[in-house]
């Protein structure tokens, strides 16, 4: 469904990716872990076109989308969820996933069939739609960003650390999410902290570190690495 082969980005004369080669194929959760800094955010925002590789290949079904401008790329069929939720908190539950639909704003049953899923899976946002999105808890606003993303019908949703600043419980709760989700159809790719949670819901995982993949597999084989062992598995 998608594939990365040698793909770079720079942060001004910084180069933040180095010749990455990363695939997603339809039905996965795959996942990207490392430590801040790895290149996790910076996959993500080449992915959607809010940076611009200088090269490589970026593949969506078959199609180059690299260079493609981010509307473009959210109506072929790509979704992001992004780091630190980007709600907007001025405006109510009810708004945020509205924007969500936007790309789809003359089909109005597709988006009632949609919003009813969403109902269901996160009923607090049904009890809470006419509430400021900055009002809610950090769960619940994770949970808001996760269904906005959902809005457009997306094949595919890139999610940049769902985990981040939530209590574990709600870490499981927001992971069991995911999970759902994809059992509804959609494919995902995660960005995540949280390894040891990621590789539980993951059917694949590529670890990074300053802007290159360094190991790839089954998350089955990754924590058998002492070094994944050590640093992001506590041990």
Request: hydrophobic share 40%; proline share 4%; with cysteine.
């Amino acid at each position: 469904m998608l594939k990365l082969e040698n793909t770079c980005a720079y942060y001004g004369q910084i180069q933040a990716l180095h010749d990455i080669s990363i695939e997603v194929k339809k039905g996965e959760i795959v996942c990207l872990i490392g430590a801040n800094g790895a290149g996790k955010t910076t996959t993500i925002n080449t992915i959607t076109g809010f940076l611009r590789s200088c090269s490589g290949t970026i593949s969506y079904l078959d199609q180059n989308i690299r260079g493609m401008s981010m509307s473009a790329i959210v109506k072929k069929g790509i979704s992001c969820v992004p780091e630190g939720r980007r709600i907007f908190p001025k405006m109510t539950v009810m708004e945020n996933l509205e924007l969500g639909a936007y790309v789809h704003k003359k089909d109005y049953s597709g988006t009632k069939n949609i919003l009813e899923k969403i109902w269901e899976m996160f009923p607090v946002l049904y009890e809470r739609k006419k509430q400021l999105g900055g009002t809610l808890s950090g769960g619940e606003q994770q949970m808001l960003a996760i269904a906005r993303a959902m809005m457009s019908r997306p094949k595919l949703i890139l999610m940049d650390e769902p985990s981040m600043g939530l209590a574990p419980i709600i870490v499981e709760q927001t992971f069991k999410s995911i999970l759902k989700i994809k059992e509804e159809g959609t494919t995902i790719l995660l960005a995540e902290q949280n390894a040891q949670m990621a590789f539980e819901i993951s059917d694949r995982a590529y670890l990074l570190q300053t802007g290159n993949v360094v190991m790839s597999g089954p998350p089955s084989e990754l924590a058998c690495d002492p070094q994944v062992q050590q640093t992001y598995l506590g041990g």
